[in-house]
């Protein structure tokens, strides 16, 4: 995997690195771009991996004509503990185990302090447990789960919902990257929520307002300005969101 420029690898070493998965609905994607437009970050580096298709398109967080942005980008700033990796473009045909590794791989020269996982499930899948309450679930390779699933008022991911679907769904995002992860060591907590591809704003606040009780609970240092549990804030919706869902239909119909 390539990145330019160079010297941005040296600013992540110790970080908290959020990334996302591609996936039903674009959740996590959507989820990130409204984490990089609220905390404003900047764009640190490009990144190129064979194993993604090609993409470049509008610039999702400024209204600037000319501005571009392309598969795979690194957002943060010089002064913050926080770093988002942005996936725009899906793994070519046959390529996801293989962009997987190559990405662990690139996370483990890294040696970020954490790694979070957003991913998107498919809510066809869900059991009776999954019916009610938060939609989003978690998986972590910390010690004390029991106390980041109290901290971000979560509950874990069940073991035989992974068997269930292991033959089927673990062959898709977001699991090949958090089985790699989990396994060669790198500190990793997943987030993923069950959606349909009909995803709305609530969702992606849902899932990034989670992300974010999930790094401050970790540790991290966050602006005042952040959404977080012990103080409300207001989104910054990112101009790429200008024709998400069409206009908003007048409360009196219902």
């Known amino acids: 995997m390539q990145m330019l420029p160079r010297e941005a690898k040296q600013l992540m070493h110790g970080k908290f690195?959020?990334?996302?998965?591609?996936?039903?609905?674009?959740?996590?994607?959507?989820?990130?771009?409204?984490l990089v437009s609220t905390l404003r970050l900047s764009r640190l580096a490009v990144l190129h991996s064979e194993q993604l298709l090609?993409?470049?398109?509008?610039?999702?967080?400024s209204r600037q004509k000319g501005t571009l942005c392309s598969e795979l980008e690194l957002y943060g700033s010089t002064t913050s503990e926080f770093i988002c990796l942005q996936q725009r473009a899906p793994a070519a045909t046959g390529r996801q185990q293989a962009f997987a590794e190559e990405l662990c791989d690139f996370l483990q020269h890294l040696q970020p302090r954490q790694v979070l996982i957003l991913g998107s499930l498919n809510?066809?899948?869900?059991?009776?447990?999954?019916?009610?309450?938060?939609?989003?679930?978690?998986?972590?390779?910390?010690?004390?789960?029991?106390?980041?699933?109290k901290a971000i008022s979560l509950k874990q991911l069940e073991a035989a919902f992974l068997e269930a679907n292991k033959t089927?769904?673990?062959?898709?995002?977001?699991?090949?990257?958090?089985?790699?992860?989990s396994s060669h060591g790198l500190a990793t907590v997943m987030l993923a929520a069950f959606c349909t591809e009909a995803v709305d704003a609530a969702e992606?606040?849902?899932l990034a307002q989670k992300a974010i009780e999930?790094?401050?609970?970790l540790g991290c240092k966050l602006p005042d300005s952040v959404p977080c549990k012990d103080r409300a804030a207001e989104w910054l919706v990112p101009p790429s969101w200008a024709h998400l869902q069409g206009p908003s239909r007048p409360e009196l119909l219902y």
């Open 204 to 206: 992606v606040e849902s």
């Open 168 to 181: 089927s769904e673990q062959l898709l995002p977001p699991w090949p990257l958090w089985t790699l992860c």
């Open 17 to 34: 690195v959020l990334l996302p998965t591609t996936g039903i609905g674009s959740l996590a994607q959507l989820a990130v771009d409204l």
């Open 54 to 61: 090609p993409c470049v398109g509008n610039d999702a967080y």
């Open 123 to 149: 809510a066809a899948l869900r059991q009776d447990q999954h019916l009610g309450g938060p939609q989003v679930h978690i998986l972590s390779t910390a010690q004390d789960t029991e106390g980041l699933l």
């Open 214 to 217: 999930a790094v401050h609970s």
